[in-house]
């Protein structure tokens, strides 16, 4: 059975191994760096089985103008399970006065159908415009 918690303290083995098995290698290459980050979102959800970390989410913003949805992630086996959806709902649950709830993904089929089904829309379809720098 799946378990839900918020909490930002998490251990490094299971941050690591989920962000890992998902292939987020630019986050496990600095794991102080990645933990300080999650200890310092605005919120942070994780689903578990049993001690195993299958699932995150993690926001970043102000909390009451701006949401920034930083991460979602479920482990591969646990994937089309419900879990990603139960995470942003939860998410978005704690923060339903914030008008804006931003996100940016790479684009594909599977991302672009499971945030639309969660209720946001893309840029590309509307007024809104977006813009992002990387380093």
């Known amino acids: 059975m799946i378990t ?3 909490i930002k303290t998490i251990a490094e083995s299971n941050v ?10 630019a986050y496990t290459r600095q794991p102080e760096q990645l933990l300080t980050a999650i200890a310092q979102s605005l ?23 701006i949401l920034y949805i930083q991460d ?10 419900g879990i990603g959806t139960q995470l942003m709902k939860t998410m978005l649950a704690c923060y339903p006065e914030v ?3 931003v996100l940016l993904t790479e684009e594909a089929p599977d991302t ?5 089904k969660m209720g946001f829309s ?3 379809k509307g007024e809104a415009v977006a813009f992002y720098r990387e380093f």
């Open 99 to 101: 008008r804006q709830k």
């Open 16 to 25: 690591l191994a989920l962000y890992t098995q998902v292939g987020w290698s």
């Open 72 to 81: 979602i992630l479920v482990l591969p086996s646990y994937q089309n399970q």
């Open 4 to 6: 839900y918690q918020q």
């Open 43 to 65: 919120e942070v959800i994780t689903a578990w089985n049993d001690q195993e970390l299958v699932g995150l989410i993690r926001a970043v913003g102000d909390g009451v103008t």
């Open 122 to 124: 893309s840029c590309d």
């Open 112 to 116: 672009r159908h499971f945030y639309q």
